[in-house]
């Protein structure tokens, strides 16, 4: 849920308490090379650093191709240089072996840029980003308050004082338990379902969507209602709860029909946990609840709807 807060409450809180490693077979690995050694970086190391151990100067592609590696190693005359360019070989495999694209840039050994850069599952999504909640939580265990405040806390003093990143850090911050606990376990089981449905990518940029959004509906509540309640004064806001807002009423737009068991007991359908959800946040705008910001909470369930429409509409 996200908290209200004042600093001097949490300043007397505070001081109150590989991939497996298959076989490389250098039989197979020769066998492979190109027909004319001359055309292949790989190619033409190989065949300086025989060249240059052996003291051949004219040493033929031919040699390689006619004999294996373990002949080739058994030869007193060639073991030293076999070593040595198979070592500078695979160094070269491994490192510069690259075939243009014909566009002026090189990729390596033909591999897609895709192979290159690692990709998190659906899981291991949701999973990261509930490690960074509970890393955050932690930092507030152990580092100066006064730090804390200023930069994963979201607040009308901290945007006025430059801090705007504090509009989305405040997404993953949590200064007590029962409330990362609470938010954690919305995260993991809609996050997943979204993951999973649309990819982590979409969840990431969901989760980041919802944060901006519930600290834009935070800061324009804040504004509007300061002059008429003074004792609002100085409020401050944190917790992942405009995300996750915003992941839960997605996946509730798109499935309407779907049973959700409230305290793991109780069977309600997806629509009308919806509705308890909005009506909840309305009426705590409504009441002007000190302890959980509604309208940040309406934020989250905004991008819910924009990112529901544009699934709808096939812009997603």
């Not at 072996?97 to 999504?125: H, I, L, M, Q, V």
């Not at 954690?184 to 980041?208: C, E, H």
Request: proline share 3%; glycine share 10%.
């Amino acid at each position: 849920m996200h908290r209200l807060l004042a600093l001097n409450k949490l300043l007397l809180r505070r001081s109150a308490a590989n991939a497996e490693n298959g076989g490389f077979s250098y039989d197979v690995f020769l066998r492979a090379l190109p027909r004319s050694m001359q055309l292949s970086p790989f190619s033409r190391t190989l065949s300086e650093s025989f060249q240059q151990r052996s003291g051949a100067s004219n040493f033929s592609s031919g040699f390689c191709r006619g004999f294996s590696v373990r002949q080739i190693l058994g030869s007193k005359s060639c073991a030293s240089a076999a070593r040595s360019a198979l070592a500078v070989g695979a160094q070269s495999l491994k490192f510069s072996f690259f075939r243009s694209n014909g566009f002026g840039s090189w990729k390596p050994f033909g591999f897609r840029r895709s192979y290159w850069r690692y990709a998190p599952t659906s899981d291991e999504a949701v999973l990261g980003l509930v490690g960074v909640n509970i890393a955050v939580y932690f930092l507030w265990q152990f580092v100066d308050l006064s730090f804390m405040s200023r930069h994963f806390v979201i607040s009308l003093e901290n945007v006025k004082s430059g801090n705007l990143h504090t509009m989305l850090t405040s997404a993953f911050s949590h200064s007590e338990l029962d409330h990362l606990v609470i938010n954690m376990i919305g995260l993991y089981f809609f996050g997943t379902s979204i993951s999973r449905l649309f990819g982590p990518a979409f969840l990431f940029k969901l989760y980041i969507a919802g944060a901006l959004g519930g600290s834009v509906f935070f800061l324009l509540h804040r504004m509007y209602v300061e002059t008429a309640r003074p004792f609002y004064r100085g409020a401050h806001g944190l917790g992942a709860s405009a995300a996750v807002n915003a992941i839960i009423l997605l996946d509730v737009l798109l499935f309407p029909k779907n049973i959700y068991y409230v305290n793991l007991i109780i069977p309600v359908p997806a629509i009308l946990m919806g509705a308890f959800i909005i009506g909840s946040d309305l009426w705590r705008i409504k009441k002007g609840d000190e302890h959980i910001s509604g309208a940040a909470h309406m934020g989250g369930a905004f991008v819910a709807l924009v990112a529901w429409a544009a699934v709808k509409r096939g812009w997603l």
